[in-house]
């Protein structure tokens, strides 16, 4: 089972599926469709029914219960990779019994000083970059981990389970792709992504999370009469920031601590925009945050002169763990599926988004597994063969009737 996993990751990660913000239509980029084709070349191979390919780049596949189980589970993970960094020409590097020291690269070096996880993996098989791109592990490890499941009940039909639907999603970097997606369509009574995290986690709570975006406008005199007239946007703007509490920056934040990060900004005199994610996992904090915002354009505003500086906040996603907890079926399935494999479950809370809390505002409950991937998103990507493998033992423990 091992040697065909790595075959599936190995051919996937060489496929550019890099996703682009800024788009209208989903997917964002037509290159994800080469991917979907080759997953349902490989779901057709594997025998399961119901395959589509939408014209949203959505893959979807049935594995129907071979002991007329009434249970349906789904498992998903996406296939794009970041905007933000190269997906083109991967060329992943395998490197069988890791010894433990310092592995470079072109340009750059995974070092255990610095990636303290590498000391963890010694003696097993390390996939990683050539240095110059992303690896794709994230989510393409939780691609061939779902594949390798597949693959196992295909060649263990004596194994009973229970109905198994699988879906492959564009565009879950740049967020919203999963806006398209075909829930009452799926139908699961729930599902998991398979998109990063420890291998023995199960992730249920992530952020409640927003948007803002701050516009103060100034006033533009010339320099040599500004003199009692200016108004200076850009400065306004970074004292607009400075009346943020400073502790609440990503870079003093850890574990459920939400923050306020400025992830953008452009400004002249005239005019000055600010960006901004705030990110809570608790929703009376997050909205303690948003007022936070608006006492500061009330200051500016008393300062500078009405409308100096607006302000504009738009929710994201929300914290899925409420939702779960009405129902936490899946999570004791996949608390359970870990113990048989032979594991201790964990759960962490998620210091981020995932497609899960979408589709688990919409009704479908759906916590995140772990795929056997580090240091997503850039050239330091990396993923461990044996952790992958421990992970499709514990997707097949959750599939099992």
Do not use: W
């Amino acid at each position: 089972m091992k040697k065909k996993l790595l075959e599936y990751f190995i051919k996937y990660v060489k496929i550019d599926t890099m996703s682009m913000e800024g788009q209208h239509q989903i997917p964002s980029t037509m290159k994800q469709f080469d991917l979907a084709k080759v997953l349902v070349k490989d779901l057709e191979e594997l025998g399961l029914e119901d395959i589509k390919l939408t014209e949203n780049c959505f893959v979807t596949a049935t594995l129907k219960s071979n002991c007329n189980s009434k249970c349906h589970i789904g498992f998903i993970a996406h296939m794009d990779t970041i905007p933000g960094f190269s997906g083109t020409n991967v060329c992943p590097n395998v490197i069988e019994n890791y010894d433990g020291n310092i592995v470079k690269l072109k340009g750059i070096e995974l070092n255990p000083k610095q990636f303290p996880f590498l000391k963890n993996l010694i003696g097993k098989t390390l996939i990683t970059t050539d240095g110059t791109t992303v690896l794709g592990a994230d989510d393409k490890a939780g691609i061939a981990n779902i594949m390798t499941m597949l693959y196992y009940f295909k060649n263990h039909k004596d194994v009973p389970h229970v109905n198994i639907h699988v879906a492959f999603t564009p565009d879950e970097e740049i967020g919203g792709g999963i806006d398209a997606f075909d829930i009452e369509g799926f139908g699961c009574d729930f599902a998991y992504t398979v998109d990063g995290g420890d291998y023995k986690d199960v992730e249920y709570e992530c952020f409640n999370a927003a948007s803002a975006q701050v516009t103060v406008k100034g006033l533009d005199i010339h320099p040599g009469s500004a003199k009692g007239q200016m108004k200076n946007a850009s400065l306004i703007a970074m004292e607009f920031n400075h009346l943020l509490p400073i502790e609440e920056r990503p870079e003093f934040t850890d574990g459920y601590d939400g923050f306020n990060h400025l992830c953008g900004m452009k400004g002249e005199v005239g005019q000055a925009e600010l960006f901004y994610i705030l990110r809570n996992h608790n929703k009376a904090i997050l909205n303690r945050q948003k007022n936070d915002f608006y006492n500061a354009m009330e200051f500016i505003n008393k300062k500078y002169g009405e409308n100096t500086c607006t302000v504009e906040i738009k929710d994201s996603y929300s914290n899925m763990a409420e939702k779960i907890m009405e129902d936490p079926r899946c999570l004791d399935r996949a608390y359970q599926a870990i113990k048989k494999a032979g594991f201790l479950p964990t759960s962490t809370p998620i210091r981020g988004g995932t497609d899960g809390a979408n589709l688990t505002k919409r009704g479908l409950n759906t916590p995140n597994l772990g795929t056997g991937g580090y240091n997503c998103h850039g050239p330091y990507e990396c993923a461990c063969l044996e952790e992958m493998e421990n992970v499709v033992h514990i997707l097949i423990e959750i599939a099992k009737e």
